[in-house]
């Protein structure tokens, strides 16, 4: 279930013929956010004691199940209103995180008898790695270094293997590797990647085969391992383009 709290709806009005001057420090304006309620009607709980039991180990595993269902439904509306611009949603897009368990009235409603929120891990980096992100988008922003498309078919193709999207990966990784040989070849760190770009050399046909059966249908096991294998050689000629930078 998906619902809209937070700011009242904002009504268009006539504006007069001349328009209102924006202040300097405006006042913020209140925001709507969406709330997601995901309930699993598949076992119900025999006693409110199980229940307990049940909330009492569940964590951040349960939380990225029920992510995965969330944005299985998104994709889907994405497709059926051929909306571009509506995305998956990630653990930290979640301002609040809940597991609770409740009567199905309840739940509907976004209510609960009893939950509760999971606090984020924190993901623990060197400053060193915190900092290389930040000095990389300084250098392109700059136009001391540029991107490469290869970059972001790279990262839809991770996207869609994340999501199981199998088949969009494998056409996604098929010319993403067409683009990374060509970029990385013409790369001013080529020469570093000599080896990197080898391996992408060597992967080429089996990739291509792959993209032609996804086409058709759904891939075996040993396309799906191939395709993940493929993006994660992309990735990491990638990442050492980076560090030549």
């Keep these: ?3 809209t709290l937070g700011a009242p709806e904002r009504r268009r009005r006539i504006m007069p013929r001349k328009q209102l001057q924006a202040r300097a420090e405006p006042e913020p ?24 039991a049940w909330l009492e180990g569940a964590g951040e595993d349960r939380l990225a199940a029920d992510l995965a269902v969330l944005n299985r439904a998104l994709h889907a509306f994405r497709l059926a209103t051929a909306d571009p611009y509506l995305n998956a949603v990630g653990r930290r897009q979640a301002l609040v995180a809940r597991i609770g368990f409740g009567g199905g009235e309840q739940v509907a409603d976004g209510r609960w008898c009893d939950a509760r929120e999971l606090v984020a891990p924190r993901r623990r980096a060197r400053r060193s790695k915190l900092l290389q992100p930040q000095a990389r988008l300084a250098a392109v922003l700059s136009g001391r270094m540029r991107t490469l498309v290869c970059e972001e078919l790279a990262l839809r193709a991770r996207l ?7 088949r ?19 790369d001013p760190a080529a020469g570093a ?10 992967q080429h046909g089996a990739v291509a085969a792959a993209a032609r059966t996804a086409v058709a249908g759904p891939l075996c096991d040993s ?3 191939l395709v993940e294998f493929t993006l994660a050689r992309i990735e990491a000629a990638l990442r050492a ?3 030549e930078g």
């Design 241 to 243: 383009r980076a560090a």
């Design 193 to 202: 990647l000599a080896a990197r770009l080898a391996q992408l050399r060597d």
């Design 168 to 186: 969009e990966a494998a056409l996604q990784v098929q010319v993403a590797l067409d683009a990374a040989q060509a970029e990385l070849a013409s």
């Design 1 to 3: 279930m998906l619902a």
């Design 223 to 225: 396309d799906r391992e």
């Design 160 to 166: 869609d293997l994340a999501h199981g999207r199998e």
């Design 29 to 52: 304006v209140p925001v709507c956010t969406g709330r997601a309620t995901i309930v699993d009607v598949r076992e119900p709980f025999e006693s409110v004691a199980g229940a307990r």
